[in-house]
């Protein structure tokens, strides 16, 4: 889970850099400034755990695709899937995601402070076999992360943080304090 948590943690990660970037004033948005496309794919590492209790190995494998405009509004998309094999009983679980992450500012709220909105849809996660079901969780609901969240940073003139405002609609089982480690141990100690 360490992994995950890592990954999910540079998810959260994006949204925060791209909130508090250093961006010129208001500008026009035009062609990209910036247009990287990368491609990943790791082999299967060392021994870890998922959830702090199987050990097993994490593979990754993915694709990003940057773009931002000389004003500092972004456009990234990515695709992503880490497959975790357990050592004791040879079974994969596969967690993935495919989303795009928007974000725009500095926007002037007109009372000498200003916001930057970053806006993530897609399905952020979703835990499944792989080239199978989609596992559920107790209440028999998939173990998915999908549709839109919006946070909007606001600043002070001088550039001091003042407050994060967040939404979010459709289902984020992390977000929402579902378990997805019960159901996914289950499975992946299941002979």
Not at 107 to 130: E, H, M, R, W
Not at 149 to 154: G, N, P
Request: net charge negative.
């Amino acid at each position: 889970m360490h992994k995950l948590r890592r990954l999910l943690f540079a998810v959260a990660a994006v949204f925060a850099l791209s909130a508090i970037a250093v961006v010129p004033a208001l500008g026009v948005t035009g062609p990209p400034v910036v247009n990287d496309l990368i491609h990943f794919a790791d082999p299967p590492g060392p021994l870890d755990t998922w959830c702090g209790s199987v050990v097993g190995r994490y593979s990754d494998a993915g694709v990003e695709h940057y773009m931002q405009d000389a004003s500092g509004n972004f456009i990234d998309t990515v695709r992503f899937t880490s497959i975790f094999t357990a050592e004791a009983t040879g079974k994969s679980l596969e967690a993935d995601g495919t989303a795009t992450t928007r974000s725009s500012g500095p926007i002037d709220n007109g009372d000498g402070t200003v916001s930057f909105v970053t806006q993530f849809t897609g399905l952020a996660l979703q835990f499944k076999v792989p080239n199978g079901p989609i596992l559920k969780d107790a209440s028999g609901k998939p173990l998915l992360g999908a549709g839109e969240v919006t946070t909007t940073d606001v600043f002070d003139a001088s550039g001091n943080y003042i407050t994060t405002i967040e939404s979010w609609h459709g289902p984020h089982p992390v977000r929402d304090g579902v378990d997805i480690c019960g159901p996914s141990i289950a499975y992946l100690l299941d002979p």
